[in-house]
């Protein structure tokens, strides 16, 4: 019969397997199986291998409710050879499985769902003993739960603070930096527009382009006017000292008494007169190499007073 049990045709051998009618219940095909595994298995009985195989291929089938009907309308064998199919992509959809390979496909998936089973029943008395846990500290504690939603808020709250900070700190794009300085050069622009339509001494006679390019333009032009028409004079050379109760930062001023920088402050002014705003935008932020510094520099430079 190990034949017409494991190729599953028809609808009557594994019913005979287990000694039981079709219309059997499943308590009756439960307590079939228990019997006959008593006698048959292989622990008990190292010859009843075989028959054992079949007693407990034919309880898997019958125990499913899904899979018993589908074994009444002679469906089953369809359906597992498609299921082994999705298992093992690579079978010959042309060739149909030999009793042997329905069997171990059956005994493996019957495993399986003994596994799933195992493992949600263990999980679920797990869950259980936590929540039983749970319920026994917070009888014990009843303050716990408010305190833990209040440090839990507090939490939250600073994260949120932090995530709020990082985000007010994060470097600008080169695109915002761009439109930063045509802002303010806007500004600048309509600022000299107004102070020369209102009259405002000392300044009616300044360009109405002002800004940062009109800073640079100065610069150079103030520069070439002052070096190419003339050498530099004795005059200008000289030295000046500085007062005994005066102090500077600034290296070409740290020695008093000793070197005047009027020179020094003509080369700086040369040098960052043309200054190159635009590279100094879309590359000195990225590159540093001390473009930051000169970039003050320049500007410090664009309102020099060299009276002072």
């Not at 005994?244 to 008494?257: E, I, T």
């Amino acid at each position: 019969m190990g034949s017409d049990v494991f190729e599953l045709i028809g609808n009557t051998a594994l019913y005979e397997v287990l000694g039981v009618p079709r219309t059997a219940t499943d308590a009756e095909i439960r307590r079939a199986y228990y019997k006959l595994a008593v006698v048959y298995h292989p622990d008990k009985n190292p010859e009843g291998v075989e028959v054992f195989k079949e007693v407990s291929f034919a309880h898997s089938i019958l125990s499913d409710p899904t899979q018993r009907e589908m074994y009444d309308n002679q469906r089953l064998r369809t359906h597992i050879e498609g299921q082994a199919r999705k298992y093992d992509p690579m079978m010959d959809p042309n060739v149909e499985l030999s009793a042997e390979e329905l069997r171990l496909f059956v005994e493996r998936k019957r495993k399986e769902d003994e596994e799933k089973m195992r493992n949600r029943s263990e999980f679920e008395k797990q869950r259980e003993e936590e929540m039983r846990r749970r319920a026994e500290y917070d009888a014990q504690n009843p303050d716990f739960k408010a305190e833990y939603e209040r440090m839990r808020a507090r939490a939250k709250e600073e994260g949120s603070q932090r995530a709020s900070a990082a985000s007010a700190m994060r470097h600008l794009t080169t695109a915002e930096l761009m439109q930063r300085l045509e802002m303010k050069q806007q500004e600048a622009t309509n600022s000299g527009i107004g102070r020369v339509r209102s009259g405002d001494p000392g300044k009616s006679g300044a360009n109405p382009s002002s800004g940062l390019s009109s800073i640079k333009r100065s610069m150079l032009n103030d520069f070439r006017t002052r070096h190419d028409s003339a050498p530099p004079t004795a005059e200008s050379m000289q030295l000046r000292a500085q007062p005994p109760a005066q102090s500077s930062r600034l290296d070409f001023v740290g020695k008093q008494n000793e070197k005047s920088y009027t020179c020094e402050m003509e080369k700086l002014i040369g040098k960052y007169s043309n200054f190159n705003y635009r590279d100094f935008v879309e590359k000195g932020i990225v590159d540093g190499d001390g473009v930051m510094e000169a970039a003050i520099l320049a500007d410090a430079l664009g309102n020099y007073d060299r009276s002072r």
